[in-house]
């Protein structure tokens, strides 16, 4: 099977445009380790260690209907986007997740996804990828990015930070 762009044998791609400036929306994907915070599907994230939003950095997150995922940060372009490897999920092995800004003018910005990934488990794994995993991150990327775009043009969370959590006692 031929490789894709990031040098795997699946990719599924999205992008969406987002009517805020890109500063804005650097602002929200820079927070990398509380994307729990925007996106839907993941119920938790937090970090692996001390660092944060540079090549190294990770998080672990726990996503509704997938599992957990360790994700660590390979490329890191202040303002621009960001690269990061995805721990083994199911049948989907050496994942690489690319995210890419870009300003659109003074109001507009567009962000496009790349998740690209190899499989494991041969026949079995092909067999789930297609009948189950492939469409379930076909439709869960886009209604991710979606996600984002309400986070970044409302200003609300999906979920509040955990650190307000902590203050009010209610953990």
């Not at 599907?41 to 672990?60: F, Y």
């Amino acid at each position: 099977m031929k490789k894709n762009k990031l040098g795997k044998s699946y990719l599924i791609e999205s992008h969406i445009t987002i009517n805020a400036p890109s500063n804005k929306v650097w602002q929200v994907l820079s927070d990398f380790n509380d994307v729990y915070t925007w996106a839907p599907t993941v119920t938790h994230s937090s970090a692996l260690d001390e660092k944060n939003n540079q090549i190294g950095a990770g998080r672990h997150c726990k996503i509704e209907g997938f599992g957990a995922i360790d994700e660590v940060l390979t490329q890191w372009q202040e303002n621009e986007g960001f690269t990061y490897t995805i721990s083994d999920l199911g049948p989907l092995t050496q994942g690489v997740s690319r995210w890419t800004l870009a300003a659109e003018g003074q109001n507009k910005s567009s962000i496009k996804v790349e998740f690209a990934y190899d499989l494991r488990f041969g026949i079995m794994g092909k067999l789930l990828h297609k009948m189950v995993m492939r469409r379930k991150l076909e439709t869960g990327l886009p209604d991710t990015l979606k996600a984002l775009k309400e986070r970044v043009e409302s200003g609300k969370l999906v979920r509040p930070l955990l650190t307000e959590k902590l203050a009010t006692g209610s953990l």
